[in-house]
């Protein structure tokens, strides 16, 4: 089957209505982007690429096949890019089920993330060359692919010395992390950060960018049988404490706070019982951010903690932040240089992942839902 690359509209579910707007005006701005149209009739000289490519929302194993695309020619203003790698990350799995917040037309190609090469470049490109390596803007462009032409402005250049893995996992978790410790709290040296799923990808980030800023981090993780080795490795990487999801409800806790300034910042990637338990550590008008419910349980805050610690219950979306940012993109150039040169430092490392090839793409995305695994899954192209 050959499928032509055209255009993707990211459509708002209903329970995002403001964001229509602006999904419809990616229609445009991401010309080449992922794939809506099909053609039988391509031309065995046509340039075609390899990609992963959903036609109904679903289980990611039952609608997720490898079929081969016919990539459109290259306009003035467009790259052709080879893929190097991507991740499976939880939004990608969420948008092939039809059940995240911003969702694209169908056929799609998987994926949101990853780095590529810059192959050929249009006639009119000004800020790429052949050579460069290069990360999406915004969620939505279907990195689960060989090759693809984009528009120049779907992507921003990384310097080429930064290593692929860390690379290919750079432009949503690093920068969820970055944020979330910029831009809610005013973080100094000796401040301290609780956080759950402390070993998501997030959740490294967090660890190692806090660390790189003399920022404490507290880390709660699921109990598991090499649990110690997981905690040993997240305070290899910088974590200052590392605790089991039940500890937090047992007395002994107080004592860390004998030596540890409470929390100014809560980090919540999971909901339930677990956020309303990092709730219950944060100093006085600290703020607890959301940034994912991996338990699929709502968050609870206790009235306590709204009346007597006056604490902040907030949200945070770094597709959002992006879009916000996407006009003037000197904010993002700034954050991306900073977390590279703290990747050159060796003080950001790429999460623990499993490199899989495309042909392996089923079961690693299988084992990208199973709990418990403490590896991403990215694609080697
Ligand atoms: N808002 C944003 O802008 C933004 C940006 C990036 C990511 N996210 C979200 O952040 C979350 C983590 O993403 P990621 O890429 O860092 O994930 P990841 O590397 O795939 O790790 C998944 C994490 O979720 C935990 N987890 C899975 N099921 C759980 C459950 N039922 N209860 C508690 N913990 C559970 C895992 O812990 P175990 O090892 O114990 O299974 C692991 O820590 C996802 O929800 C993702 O969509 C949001």
């Not at 999904?23 to 075609?48: E, I, M, P, Q, W």
């Not at 860390?256 to 990092?278: D, H, I, M, Q, Y």
């Amino acid at each position: 089957m050959w499928l032509t690359l055209r255009t993707v509209c990211l459509r708002s579910q209903t329970i995002c209505r403001g964001r229509f707007a602006a999904a419809l005006l990616k229609c445009t701005r991401h010309s080449h982007a992922n794939v809506s149209h099909f053609s039988h009739s391509a031309g065995r000289s046509a340039r075609s690429c390899k990609a992963l490519v959903y036609r109904n929302y679903g289980d990611p194993a039952r609608v997720i096949k490898l079929e081969d695309l016919v990539l459109p020619s290259i306009g003035a203003k467009d790259v052709l890019v080879k893929v190097l790698a991507a991740p499976i990350n939880p939004s990608d799995i969420n948008m092939i089920q039809g059940t995240y917040a911003i969702l694209p037309d169908l056929p799609a190609v998987g994926g949101n993330e990853g780095v590529a090469q810059v192959i050929e470049v249009g006639s009119q490109v000004k800020s790429l060359k052949t050579g460069d390596w290069v990360i999406p803007r915004d969620a939505g462009l279907g990195t689960w692919r060989t090759e693809a032409v984009l528009a120049e402005d779907d992507v921003i250049s990384l310097p080429n010395d930064v290593p692929l893995l860390s690379a290919a996992t750079l432009g949503v978790n690093p920068c969820t992390a970055y944020r979330m410790l910029c831009d809610f709290e005013d973080l100094k040296p000796g401040d301290s950060v609780i956080q759950n799923a402390a070993n998501s990808g997030v959740g490294q980030a967090v660890i190692q960018i806090a660390a790189a800023r003399g920022i404490n981090t507290i880390n709660v993780i699921r109990d598991r049988p090499e649990f110690t080795q997981l905690s040993d490795r997240l305070k290899s990487i910088g974590a200052s404490h590392v605790i089991k999801e039940e500890a937090l409800r047992r007395p002994e806790i107080k004592e860390l706070f004998k030596t540890l300034s409470r929390p100014k910042l809560a980090l919540n990637g999971v909901g339930g019982k677990s956020a309303t338990e990092l709730l219950r550590h944060l100093q006085i008008g600290g703020s607890m951010v959301t940034y994912g419910g991996m338990s699929k349980q709502p968050v609870t805050v206790p009235v306590s903690a709204l009346i007597f610690k006056d604490v902040k219950v907030r949200g945070f979306w770094v597709t959002q932040w992006k879009r916000d940012h996407s006009r003037d993109g000197r904010a993002f150039r700034a954050m991306l240089d900073e977390l590279c040169t703290l990747i050159q430092q060796g003080r950001l490392t790429a999460p623990a992942c499993t490199e899989v090839g495309l042909q392996d793409c089923l079961k690693a995305l299988d084992t990208s839902m199973q709990p418990f695994t403490s590896t991403k899954q990215v694609i080697i192209m």
